[in-house]
């Protein structure tokens, strides 16, 4: 029978490299006719060779009264350095030729050999041990997700859809301001990563206040206050430009570079030669070409240094460029002078719901915080439409309320049970949660717009 001796080989086993061959016989044939092979594995250590493990046929690994734990260990692992290196060397091309295997079917044998059909007998019993151990188990998702979904008791998830100062509010027949209270919708949730357009990056979430019914889409109205439209009110768009500044040299540089991207070493050479040329080209004499090759250079090694020899500076090609959007902030100021003890209530039942719905919640067991409610401002006209002629919102987040309580200056509070104070000034800091983007103006000119 046909045996062959792989190369020799020093993977680690454990955290000891060991030289390893293996020693790969053909033991007879199947019953269906094919080839079949055994193999020695077996430690080298000077001129003394001991099998520490034997692989069958089928790939089973029994390990050798003379192995030691640290081998043991490494033979019932199918992915330790040690069986990688062993299957390596079962199908090294010496070995292939050694027994003479030529036919697919014979392949297929020397193959199942290696252990590698084998796996499931000889890899580590546990699957766990398998995993990643820093990637989070389903169970502990499940957690996660469970966590996340529960709020501490006590935490506010609805108020009432009709608070409104005064209690004789008709905003059917005046302008008022209407924040609705919503529940805050993440931009990149799972609901809102799948109903993302494909073709289109980032969250589909839309955070424009609608202009019927005054909330946002995708987003859970749980509670509405309707006040007055207070004086000064109004609105500041900014985006962020800044000053950018580019030199000849630079932007030789920068051609330069460009046409090695473009063109490769052929474009690359091109603009070098061009700028070449363009410097050579500033006057016929070269008196001007010299000078601003001069300049260049002092400008590279010190900026003042130019200015002490010519008196002159690079042109620094300044221009204004475009950075980013901005947030857009609206502040309101409200007065409150509750004229009985119904209206009193309410002005405390308002003022409450803003500083409570703006509060940080937390999870059920406190392992998590979670963000505030969030609130869809709108100016409506009589009849409850949205104000043509007053700016539109995007979908806030209230980031300051502060409540004076003697806006005249002394205290003074009504008689009788309530005990309410006699007038209340409140002012709202709101934020917008994402930037103002020209396609949602629309192509209609029927609003002011954002």
Known sequence: MASATSPQAKPNVGTTPTIIQSKVTEIGKSTDGNRQFKTEIQKVEGSTTTTIGTMDAAGKVTPAATANAAEKTALADVNSPLRKEVTKQITDSKVVKDLGVTTEQDKKALN???GSGAAKNTAPTNPEDKKDQT?????????????????RDG????????MKYPLDLKSELQDVIKFSILEYSPSLSKENQQASPTGQFGSSK??????????VKGSKIIGVITLPIPARIGDSNTVDWGKGELNPLEESLAGIAQGFFDGGVAGGEKSLD??????QGTNKNGDL????KSIFLTQGINASAAKRAYGSVINNNVELLFDGPSLRSHSFTFLFYPRDPKEAIMVRKIIRAFKQSM???????????????????????????????????????????????????????????????????????????EPIFDDEYGEDDDNVGF
Do not use: W
């Open 112 to 114: 199942t050999a290696t």
């Open 135 to 151: 990637a989070p188990t389903q169970d502990q998702k499940n957690a996660v997700n469970k966590e996340n979904a529960t709020f």
């Open 155 to 162: 935490t506010r998830l609805s108020y009432s859809q009709d």
């Open 206 to 215: 839309s955070r424009s206040v609608q202009l019927e019914g005054g909330g």
């Open 274 to 279: 061009k700028t070449g040329k363009d410097i």
């Open 289 to 292: 070409s010299a000078a601003i």
């Open 359 to 433: 509060s940080v919640k937390r999870s059920e067991s406190s392992l998590l915080l979670k963000p505030p409610h969030t609130f869809a401002i709108q100016y409506m006209t009589s009849g409850q439409k949205a104000h043509p002629y007053l700016t539109r919102f995007k979908e806030c987040a209230l980031t300051s309320c502060n409540v004076d309580y003697t806006p005249d200056g002394t205290y003074m509070t009504y008689g009788g049970d309530e005990k309410s104070m006699t007038a209340y000034s409140m002012g709202l800091t709101f934020s917008e949660l």
